[in-house]
């Protein structure tokens, strides 16, 4: 760990993952005054290539908010570092620098994380944890996983909260030797190894047939090949016994924890073409509710959406349902005092801000920061659409009404670039600002992790995805990796608005009812990603599309997608993966399913994450903990 000056920092490193709004909480040597402070933990690559985990307060980087316009189609996470200083630039600039907090990760030897994933200790030498985050908004997790593809990890025995960092070469030291003492290569052993792990990554199959033949003589003919040396056939026919279990066909390398799973790669059951049935009609709607007016089938109502969306003319109705703003099991005559009451709510919050006088508001500066954002982005939301067309549209003024109102509903969230995408085409159906508020406010509760100030909810479905595509078409997905584009955020503007601004009002109104009704799984919306990909696939592959070739076309696929083909495709890839006979737990995860197995995340959420545990005595166990080299519970570590 060490205090960083202006000299200390490369103007040319990079921030390779970024988590805002993590606390200060403890640091040894610091000073107070300088904890509980807001700042962002990054782990960073430095002009060298050596890498560390930096945090920065706050107040050393000011963010224009005029960069982050509404026209988002990339996710900029990896680039070079760049800080506007506030303040003083000469004095203020040295005092800022010297608050940075930087653990070089070839010192780090042990992190935990506690009190619901949400405290993070860091530790560089046995005994002692020598600083503690607590991160604000969402949780470690994401960042635990990141900064476990840069060190290499075995859990404490005694606290599976806690991590211990292994030697980079202490797992290949026994291979190493094995290399030596055969005398089978002229090359450095070491480089031999990482060789072999690296290509047989890459290349299983022909890899294993080069140290075959690499073997071959030392096998048959013993010390005569050996030219005298010892008679190592033993050895030699062991590495072949290891190197037979990865070559019965083409192989799949995924992470588990701290093990790198190969596995042979199987195929998917054959995909169904499942076609699109009709929307739920007037007749079919008052069919399935009792005289008083309750649903009586849900489950058979959403079955019915699911399959084709809601006839236009009953929108207005079956909406409020599907958004959680009309109970399903309500009488006509309790819909109506339900309706009284929200008017009545709404309208007391609305009064909250339009009261607001302008001295209060210039005492306000997280109001006055939101109410810009909002006027901002209403005046550019759908101008093309006769609705919201023209100077001087009433329904851009009920628009940006509706949006101030959720901002004294939900403070917390407040407003959040994108959300009056999310809220147009509601007010477009339904033409009621109360209505139309509180649909929005259902819509908000199942999408609120997309607008989480550290993007946390948005890595994690990115992280999903990535994990879905390369169970469903893992040849696109290997693609995308070696183009840069694994990370999938090339899909980020789907995501957080739903695919809004791919597809047309119309379409994405059907598109809308559909994912709302939750079936056929959890996370549908990612097949329709996966769909989307999928029917691009040839394009993607065969014109060896790279990172912008990729994102240019993702993005021009805007309001040119058949949604009901879409449809179609996506549950036609559900269920060709739940059928298949290798699916894994952490599709299981995903999909909303029942696990099969022991899952690598059961251990994240131990009863004994607030036991605060010493890494002094587990330090002692990194050799016990990383011995194994071979398998363990069926997994091969390499």
Known sequence: ?????????????????TQDGVLLKSCIGRSINELNSIGMLCIVQNADSTKCVEWRPNDLITIDSDTQDQEWAVVNTIGRRQRTLSGNMTSDYATLRARIIKIPLSELKTFRVSRNN?????????????????????????????????????????????YIVVEPNRETQVLNKSFAELDIFTENPTDVVWSLVSNLRQRPYETTME?????????????????????????VADLLTKSMSAMEDSTAVTRSDEYEVISVKPTLPPRPCIPRGTPLSTEKWDGLQDTDGRVTEVEGVK?????????????????????????????????????????????????????????????????????????????????????????????????QDILMTYVMYNFDLGYVQGMSDILAPLLLLL??????????????????????????????????????????????????????????????????????????????????????????????HLFICVAILDTEKDILIGKDYGFTE????????????????ILSTAEGIYHQIVSAPHLTDQIRVILGLPTIGRSHTEDSHSDTEDKEASPKAECSRTNEASRSNTTTNGYTRI
């Open 118 to 162: 949400q405290q993070m200790q860091f530790s560089t030498k046995p005994g002692v944890w020598q600083m503690s985050f607590y991160f604000q908004h969402g949780n470690a997790e994401i960042f635990v996983a990141y900064l476990k593809n840069h060190v290499k990890t075995a859990k404490a025995r005694n606290d599976k909260n806690t």
């Open 1 to 17: 760990m060490s205090s960083s000056s202006a000299e200390d920092i490369p103007e040319q490193c990079k921030d390779l993952f």
């Open 550 to 565: 990729v994102l240019k076309h993702v993005n021009d696929l805007s309001m040119r997608l058949d949604v009901d083909k």
């Open 303 to 399: 079955q019915l959406i699911f399959r084709g969306g809601v006839a236009h003319s009953i929108r207005p109705s079956v909406w409020k349902y599907l958004l959680d703003y009309y109970p399903w099991t309500m009488t006509h005559s309790e819909i109506k005092n339900l309706q009284r009451r929200k008017t009545e709510e709404y309208f007391s919050m609305k009064l909250q801000w339009r009261s607001m006088t302008e001295g209060q508001e210039s005492r306000f500066s997280e109001y006055r920061e939101r109410k810009s954002l909002v006027e901002k982005d209403v005046n550019r939301t759908d101008r093309t659409h006769p609705f919201y067309a023209g100077e001087n549209n009433p329904n851009l003024i009920v628009l």
């Open 431 to 524: 033409g009621n600002e109360v209505d139309s508020f509180w649909c929005f406010a259902g819509f908000m509760e199942k999408i609120a992790p997309n607008f989480d100030m550290d993007q946390a909810g948005m890595k994690q479905q990115l992280l999903h995805l990535q994990q879905l595509l390369t169970f469903a078409s893992p040849e696109l997905a290997q693609h995308l990796a070696q183009k840069d584009s694994g990370n999938m955020y090339f899909c980020f503007r789907w995501l957080l608005v739903w695919f809004k601004r791919e597809f047309s009002h119309r379409d994405i109104m059907r598109l809308w009812e559909v994912l709302w009704t939750g079936l056929p799984c959890a996370n549908f």
């Open 211 to 235: 140290a075959f033949s690499k073997l071959t003589d030392i096998v048959y003919y013993g010390n005569e090949a050996m030219n005298g040396k010892r008679d190592v056939s033993e050895e």
